[in-house]
């Protein structure tokens, strides 16, 4: 199951509206939290808000989450070692009273396990590519690097390089 949360405060209708478009083609469901808004949902299952246990658990299950570039997001997946796809909110469009959001985003772009789409067009191969992603805290460091090459060539030649 693929979570879709936008934070408590705001709509972000622009966020729900793509990820509602890209579902039927996802691999997964999508449950979303989505505040409260005035976009029909067709093909998610959304919920304006949820009590904090019942986010929590719908998070914990999740292979994946999609936010906006809220940090309580950004948090949330790290301390579960979610994998989470960031659009931030951009305020020439009306979505935020500034731009915190998109220099919260790059800022960790670069990070593990952390995706973002910065416009609703490249949504759907950040999605596919953070779900494809090594799970979080197996990015390739230089000593996981040397472990998976020695572990190999013992599995290729029975003996350690």
């Known amino acids: 199951m693929i979570l879709l949360t936008v934070g408590k405060q705001l709509p ?4 729900v509206m793509a990820v509602d478009a890209l579902a039927p083609d996802l691999p997964e469901p999508v449950i979303a939290q989505v505040g409260h808004s005035g976009f029909q949902r ?11 246990r019942a986010f929590e658990d719908l998070a914990a299950r999740a292979t994946l989450i999609v936010a906006h ?29 500034n731009d915190h959001q998109l220099s919260t985003a790059k800022q960790l ?32 460091s230089p000593s996981l690097a040397r472990l998976r090459k020695a572990t ?9 390089p």
Not at 81 to 92: F, G, H, N, S, T
Not at 152 to 160: P, Y
């Open 42 to 52: 067709q093909n998610i299952e959304t919920h304006a808000r949820l009590s904090a």
């Open 12 to 15: 972000f209708d622009r966020l």
């Open 109 to 140: 772009e670069d990070s593990e396990a952390i995706f973002v789409a910065w416009e609703e067009k490249e949504l759907a191969q950040t999605i596919k590519h953070a779900l494809h992603s090594p799970p979080v805290g197996e990015r390739a």
């Open 152 to 160: 190999a060539s013992f599995i290729a030649k029975g003996d350690l």
């Open 69 to 97: 570039a809220g940090i309580g997001s950004v948090l949330l997946a790290r301390r579960l070692q979610k994998p989470i796809v960031l659009m931030p909110r951009r305020a020439d469009l009306g979505e935020h009273r």
